[in-house]
């Protein structure tokens, strides 16, 4: 045999083997997904959407009009203070690991410091679904943006801006960021096994029982009086509003899985049911009881539906969609409707009686209604089908939540009152926050 035939067969096998071993070791190197990358980044273009200009609309077309350019003023502070506060500490705070690897106990309340200024972070750094960690960063700024947000609809047009601020600062600092982090980021509460997709408990309770603090603590509008509501000055405006939330919700629950896959499909659907669910069941309500259905109740309904299937949409299917939509609706109409006018507290928006209360009977009812064929084999499954322990969770989680948020605001209105004062003078709140406040009036 030609020994020059044995050694190029030699050295062919050699490389042969050589570049196997390279593909082997290659395989296991993440590589980004561009699919998923795309998505996640429309999908954080869309929760954008839910703050500005959504919430904007939604709650400037509820106010008079003398007060709309102060709701549009602090939903735009709240976009520029808590994106520069998300990506300064809020990251690291809530996704952070360096405190659970070092084994330091503040692991329970803070991920670590590793991440401040989004340090360690480049444009090669992936996450969970193999999209840049950049555009997860990116993501989650969007929930913390859109969450005090919802707050403004409990102390609307009687709130000093210079208060607002303060406050909201130290809310989204103390509040939000320990919440996100038991929630989303390793905290006890995940690891209790909580199911909360995309912010039943983080977002809207957290949101909601902080709104009910606040109306109660900053008292009654001065023109306040049950069974005479005030009027929107424009109703055009909640449209538009509710139309940009619902929209903007698809990449809110769908973008939460982080992939382009069944998960998402599932979450889309369910979102969009029932919210549909919602709008119409608020709908047939007032229509039955109030003689009229109203565009604001039909509104009012849609986004009822969003905040309860949020936390249920990664893990119920349309069964649970159906339920969650029609039975959360039933009892936030009852809170709007029956209970505020009862107990006189002024909600001025209905942030309590829809994000709050939408939030905890969400969040209950995923303990009922999450089922295997989403969550797949040995995934969370609710009551509905046998397992009661995961109801337990949820009714735990929420309870934990209501108490923090109540508790945390509580004691911060208590202290930027005592520093900056938070209501407006009678006159102030007489005449009007825009121009008063900001020196302009929407319409000349």
Known sequence: MDKRWIVATALAGLFSTSAWANDAVDATIPTLDSGNTAWMITATVLVLLMSIPGIALFYGGLVRQKNVLSIIMQTMVIVGIVSILWVAI????VFGTGFKESGNPLFCIIGGFEK???????TSTLTAGNIPELVFVMFQCMFALITPALILGAFAERIKFKGYMVFIVLWVILAYFPMAHWVWGGGFLQEMGAIDFAGGTVVHINAGISALVMALLIGKREDYKVGHPITPH???FVFLGMSFLWLGWFGFN???GLNAD????NAFLVTHIATATAAMTWMAIEWIFNKKPTTVGACTGAVAGLVAITPAAGSTDLLGAFCIGLITTMVCFL?????????KYDDALDA??????????GSVLTGVFATRIITGEGGAEGALYGDWHQLWVQVLTTVVSIAFSAVVTFILYKVVDALVGIRVDRRVEE????????????YN
């Open 352 to 361: 309590f009686g829809v994000h709050g209360i939408g939030g905890v009977v």
């Open 234 to 236: 424009n109703i055009t």
């Open 90 to 93: 809020g990251y690291t705070w």
């Open 431 to 442: 005449e009007g926050l825009d121009i008063y406040e900001h020196g302009e009036s929407a």
């Open 262 to 265: 069944g998960i998402a499909a």
């Open 254 to 256: 769908a973008g939460s």
């Open 116 to 122: 401040v200024f989004l340090n360690n972070i480049t």
């Open 335 to 343: 809170m709007v409707a029956v209970i505020k006018p009862k107990y």
